[in-house]
Every structure is written in C-alpha cells, then in structure tokens.
C-alpha cells in the first residue's frame, strides 16, 4: 500500500509496509484494553496501578515511538505514543490520589 502526496516540483511516497499494519492493530486492542483502567482510577479517585508497573511501560512505550518512526512505522508510532500517554496518566493517577 502506498500514498502519494504532491508537492511542488516531486512526488512523496509514503509506503505502508504490512507489520505497521499487524503492530497498529494489536497497538489499539491494547488501547481499547487500557482506557477502562483509566477512566476507573477517575471514577474511583484512586491510582490502582503501581509505579513499578506504570513508569517503566510508559518509558517503554515512549522508545518504541521513536523506534518505530525511524523505521517508517508511523501509525504503530502514533499507537504507541496514545498507549504511552495512558501509561502516563495511570502513573499520575497513583501520584494525585490518595493511596489505600
């Protein structure tokens, strides 16, 4: 799969090779997985995950980002900067609200 985008004087091609493709989706399978966790340390006002969990997979997820993009994967970068930033929020959560 390829897309063209037309500037002036050259063409860009942009091509989709098929393991961004594979990546973004099990990316937002994981996302879809994340975003109740988040919204119920809102509802609950409670960070529920641990430091041990959250700091280490939100960096994880921040290298993959500039992983990915280097090799052209930029929907599997984008993906992995969203699940990145829920990992961030998970981790702000445990900081703000109140621990059991």
Do not use: N
């Amino acid at each position: 799969m390829a897309f063209h985008c037309e500037s002036p004087g050259r063409a860009i091609i942009f091509k989709m090779m098929w393991q961004d493709i594979v990546i973004t989706i099990v990316s937002f399978v994981f996302t879809l997985s994340l975003v109740p966790q988040v919204i119920y340390g809102f509802k609950k006002k409670k960070g529920f995950i641990t430091y041990l969990t959250s700091v280490p997979t939100c960096t994880g997820m921040f290298v993959l980002v500039f992983t990915y993009y280097s090799l052209s994967l930029f929907l599997s970068a984008v993906m992995s900067f969203i699940i990145g930033v829920l990992w961030l929020i998970l981790a702000v959560q445990r900081w703000i609200y109140p621990k059991d």
